[in-house]
């Protein structure tokens, strides 16, 4: 019985280390209610991006033409 303490000891000491604990991963970030919403409209200002420059290239080939 005199050996199971100092084993747990033994056991306890060998546990701790000088190493200095592995870095954990950072959380990833949180999704809020309004993550989506701001995906949203940010992909609405792509396409509108897209259709402002559509329509100037068809404004131009129209004004070449009447010329």
Do not use: F, N, Y
């Amino acid at each position: 019985m005199k050996t199971l303490p100092i084993l747990l000891c033994v056991l306890a000491l060998g546990a701790c280390s000088d190493k200095p604990p592995q870095p954990q991963a950072k959380p990833a970030q949180v999704a809020t209610p309004w993550d989506a919403m701001k995906a949203d409209e940010q992909h609405a200002r792509d396409v509108q991006k897209i259709v402002d420059k559509q329509a100037e290239e068809q404004r131009k080939q129209i004004e070449a033409q009447e010329q």
